[in-house]
C-alpha cells in the first residue's frame, strides 16, 4: 500500500511563495511519476504539474507556468512544489498523485494513488 502525505500549505498574501512537499511510502515502481494537482471550490480536481523519477520530464499546467516548479528528491520519496508569485486564484486544495506505470500525464484518472491534499489560501 502506497501513502502519499502533503504539507506546507497555508495563507500567504499575494506575491508571496510557499513550497509544498509529498512524501511518499509504501511499495512503488522506481519508474513512477509523481504530481501535483489541484481543486478549487466545487470543481474538478486539475493538473497543475508532474515531474518523471529522474525529474528530467517534467511538464506544468499553462496557468503555473514560470511561477511553479516541482522537483523530488528519490532518496527521501518526496516531491515539492515550490510556488512563487501566488495569486488569489491559486486558492484551492492541492494534491500530491503517483502514476505506478510510468507514464506522465495531466489526467487525474491515471494516477493510482492520491494524498490527503492540503489547502493553500492567498489573500489579495
Known amino acids: 500500500q502506497v501513502q502519499l502525505v502533503e504539507s506546507g500549505g497555508g495563507l500567504v498574501q499575494a506575491g508571496g511563495s510557499l513550497r509544498l512537499s509529498c512524501a511518499a511510502s509504501g511499495r512503488f515502481r522506481s519508474s513512477s511519476f509523481m504530481a501535483w494537482f489541484r481543486q478549487f471550490p466545487g470543481k474538478e480536481r486539475d493538473f497543475v504539474a508532474y515531474?518523471?523519477?529522474?525529474?528530467?520530464?517534467?511538464d506544468y499546467a499553462d496557468s503555473v507556468k514560470g511561477r511553479f516548479t516541482i522537483s523530488r528528491d528519490n532518496a527521501k520519496n518526496t516531491v515539492y512544489l515550490q510556488m512563487n508569485s501566488l495569486e488569489p486564484e491559486d486558492t484551492a486544495v492541492y494534491y500530491c498523485?503517483?502514476?505506478?506505470?510510468?507514464?506522465?500525464?495531466?489526467?487525474?484518472?491515471?494516477?493510482?494513488?492520491w494524498g490527503q491534499g492540503t489547502w493553500v489560501t492567498v489573500s489579495s
Open positions: 498523485a503517483l502514476d505506478g506505470r510510468g507514464v506522465g500525464s495531466r489526467r487525474a484518472v491515471e494516477y493510482d494513488f
Open positions: 515531474i518523471s523519477r529522474s525529474g528530467g520530464s517534467t
